[in-house]
């Protein structure tokens, strides 16, 4: 049997059955919670809906956000072959994210930027625990995924004509803005406290988001790796390209 | 006796001591988690500082976070008179920002940022609340707050100078791009489920953030905040004006 994952609430629900990205194995609706069968008939996908009682229905749910509404879906198979640097795509490397809810935000930001892989180092929080999932607001799945010893992954990539770029405050970095409109690049999003890993640091190029480090030390991870992917994406979207 | 709310954490707590931007009434140390008051003594202020035992403490404490030390600070007055639209400054108006995440987040973007006020409009969520306080990363009290009905402070501003900016995507708005390097902007975000409220839509100049919204609805919001003040700052910062 294949892994499954929760989708909760009506709007991710709805967002997963629509958007057909994911293979949804059963929608759960709590009875009384107002809902029918008949809100769930979408042309992407037909799952098996099934009416629970509040009290098994409680125990499937994560939260208070279920609000009725519970999907089990197939966790997708992750991507076999990395994609070719030929010059139109962009990947983003999660070093080591462990925040949910900047993980869920982050893949939600990749998608809304049409990132065409994103990489997930060894330690970073499961990317279909719930609280994940809920922060994506319905685009998990969207985005192929690989997992491996971020390392060897960026330095494979590399040598196949990739460029990884870590966000790193050191010395040789650049200003983010020295990323607008570059292709090829892996975007490489630190740990929300230690930033880049050891084994990275230094190891590739690095830019910075120029700021006021003396009021605040840093910017949160899903915010900086927010204006990294703009910076990137935002001209050839603009241009049609994406 | 002023109004009074917390601090957790080893490195929230010095970072507030050593700023010397809010008004510490206490320190209070977990015995037994390896602190002594000497790891406390601030150039910029000068806390009394008590020890209490593990149940007392925990009582205090909001969460896992407060790791042994928790400062009592005292909330700061808020901005009495709104500033002169003289060119330099810009303004971040909440007009309903209700995730306690979010909140903090866009709050430590707003100090990375050099953001000289925040509006608040009435249903945002306490800018004291502990999670609210966690994730501005040590940055609460560093820039001047005024709370009140977002379409009456906007519209006073607007007559005094002050270009409110709503990030919302409607027909007439303009891509986030053309906020660059703007001064005496206003830079109005909205709810996270429904967005700018209908008060103000159509009110003022709107922008909105190019992407995908096929693959996903919207980005979160502080994501968005952060982008749009990357923009508006950004080039400021770097020509040393901020």
Known sequence: MEKQFLIEGYRAVNQAGESGALKLSAIIIESGAGYSPSDFEFEASRPDIFEAGSGDFQKLADTQSSQGVIAVAQIPDELQDYPNADGTG?????????????????????????????????????????????????????????????????????????????????????????????????????????????????????????????EVESLNAAVSAGIAMHVLQSEKITAGKL
């Open 90 to 214: 962009t990947i983003l490397a999660l070093d080591d994210i462990s925040d949910p809810g900047n993980m869920g935000s982050i893949y939600r930001t990749a998608a809304w930027y049409g990132v065409q892989l994103i990489l997930l180092g060894e330690n970073c929080v499961d990317l279909y625990n719930p609280k994940v999932v809920r922060s994506t607001a319905g685009a998990t799945g969207s985005i192929p995924v690989k997992s491996g010893s971020m390392d060897e992954v960026l330095t494979e990539l590399n040598s196949e004509g990739w460029h990884p770029v870590l966000m790193d405050l050191n010395p040789g970095a650049g200003p983010v803005s020295e990323l607008s409109g570059r292709q090829n690049v892996i975007l490489v999003i630190g740990n929300e406290a230690h930033g880049i890993s050891e084994a990275l640091k230094n190891k590739f190029e690095s830019v910075y988001i120029p700021g006021r480090p003396a």
